[in-house]
């Protein structure tokens, strides 16, 4: 079966500081991978989404980027981070990008102190 | 773009009793509607979802309904319990999910 893992659970970093989120995929091939960010009381907002390794597709200007060096492997990074960036984050996959379920990750509780 | 609209943004129900949550979508084009459970401090479970050829489905205690005339889909649970409590989120999709901003369900024992 599929599984998704996503870490670290939790992180607090300072203002300025960079940031590297993991998120891996196992049981499947070639998913559809997305960064969602949740902030407090509010929905998920889509960041970023890929449909294949090194296919990155942005869907609002962050202070985030990400990539995809494996097919089941999805990092979402800032070089320096802002308070604006706290929120939680979540890791998603899907088998295709239309009409399909999208399975998420356990997410990662993200303070900039 | 996709644009959903989700109410109410909080509901309280005796247990045992019914709980509706709504949600109205803008793209005519959407085509798939999933529903989605969170617990605190978790991911979103998917709980049920509809397609656009169908008018309702159900699963046990819930249920979801369609109309793609107005645009608007709701999700039913009844027989409420206390592990209903968590937020819902409705989704809509003809391309990318948009989610709605998601409705805190708290059953009251």
């Known amino acids: 079966s599929q599984t998704i893992h996503q870490w670290p659970a939790t992180l607090v970093q300072p203002v300025g500081s960079p940031l590297s989120l993991e998120c891996t995929v196992e049981?499947?091939?070639?998913?559809?991978l997305y960064w969602y960010r949740q902030a407090a009381g509010r929905g998920l907002q889509l960041l970023f989404y890929?449909?294949?390794?090194?296919?990155i597709s942005s869907e609002v200007p962050q202070n985030l980027s990400a990539s995809r060096p494996q097919d089941r492997q999805f990092i979402l990074s800032s070089k320096k981070l802002l308070l604006s960036d706290s929120g939680f984050y979540l890791c998603?996959?899907?088998?295709?990008?239309?009409?399909?379920?999208?399975?998420f990750g356990q997410g990662t509780r993200l303070t900039v102190v | 773009g996709e644009n959903v609209e989700q109410h109410p943004s909080t509901l309280s129900v005796q247990e045992g009793d019914s709980a509706v949550i709504k949600c109205t979508y803008s793209d005519s084009a959407s085509n798939y509607f999933p529903w989605y459970k969170q617990e605190l401090g978790k991911g979103p479970q998917l709980i049920i979802d509809i397609r656009s050829n169908v008018g309702e489905k159900k699963d046990q205690r819930i249920a979801v309904t369609l109309n793609k005339t107005a645009k608007h889909f709701s999700l039913h649970i009844t027989e409420t319990q206390p592990e209903d409590s968590a937020v819902y989120f409705c989704?809509?999709?003809?391309?990318?999910?948009?989610f709605g901003s998601g409705t805190q369900l708290t059953v009251l024992p």
């Open positions: 049981g499947t091939s070639n998913p559809n």
């Open positions: 998603a996959w899907s088998l295709g990008q239309i009409n399909t379920e999208a399975f």
């Open positions: 989704a809509a999709s003809g391309g990318q999910l948009t």
């Open positions: 890929s449909v294949g390794i090194g296919q």
